[in-house]
């Protein structure tokens, strides 16, 4: 029973699309992440939400978009894609906004 | 500007043996730090963490010393096991509205050899 799970896996599409990512926890946590691992293998935060509250919102081009209908769910929305948004997208959750994270096993995107 | 390097990218050792993997930073702001095990194909997991008032935690096969004036903390893993190769980052926290922005260095590969 997978605690943080998020869909698709792979994406694979093509410059100038959107495209969404989903993630749902069934961990019961208050806050949920967004992180983007690079081709340098860094791990950055994107976005964190605290019971569907924006509290974290690095520097992200304004075409990336989280949206969080409720407290178990964060998803990603990517418009008008570039190749530079390939990556794997990690989702997260932790109980609190200072516990350690739980994250799920990612999404590759790739952008040709 | 990276706040939290981890300068090797790889370590090998053999089974049985200790494991240190190591992590500095730059930001005298940073309180928590964390350890992250990470498999390919999966997410990261979380491993063990340490409060910047304490010098070492441990938990069963790990770990964690920190040295807050050389902004530097390292994990031990001893016995290594087959089982502990994997990708390691070092991550680290904020305080007040920075406590829930882990910032992750960019990770040690561990290869343990039977």
């Known amino acids: 029973d997978t605690a943080v799970s998020q869909t698709p896996k792979y994406l694979v599409t093509q410059m100038g699309n959107d495209k969404s990512i989903k993630c749902e926890q069934n961990?019961?946590?208050?806050?949920m992440y967004w992180y983007k691992q690079d081709s340098k293998k860094f791990l950055k935060i994107m976005f964190s939400?605290?019971?569907?509250?924006?509290?974290i919102n690095e520097t992200v081009p304004n075409r990336f978009s989280p949206k969080s209908p409720d407290k178990a769910h964060l998803n990603l929305h990517i418009n008008s894609l570039e190749l530079g948004d390939s990556a794997v997208y990690f989702c997260a959750s932790s109980q609190t906004r200072v516990a350690e994270a739980f994250f799920g096993q990612g999404t590759r995107l790739t952008v040709v | 500007d990276q706040q939290v390097k981890q300068n090797s990218p790889s370590l090998s050792v053999q089974e049985g043996r200790i494991s240190i993997l190591n992590c500095d930073y730059t930001?005298?702001?940073?309180?928590?730090f964390l350890w992250y095990k990470k498999y390919p194909a999966e997410g990261p997991t979380f491993l063990i963490s340490i409060s910047s008032i304490k010098d070492k935690n441990e938990d069963e096969r790990f770990t964690v010393f920190l040295n807050k004036s050389a902004k530097h903390l390292s994990l031990h893993i001893v016995p290594s096991q087959p089982g502990d190769s994997a990708v390691y980052f070092c991550?680290?926290?904020?305080?007040?509205?920075?406590?829930?922005?882990?910032?992750f260095g960019d990770g040690t590969t561990l290869t343990v050899k039977p």
């Open positions: 939400y605290n019971n569907k509250e924006l509290i």
């Open positions: 991550a680290a926290r904020g305080r007040g509205t920075n406590a829930g922005k882990s910032t």
């Open positions: 961990l019961g946590h208050d806050t």
């Open positions: 930001n005298s702001m940073f309180d928590y």
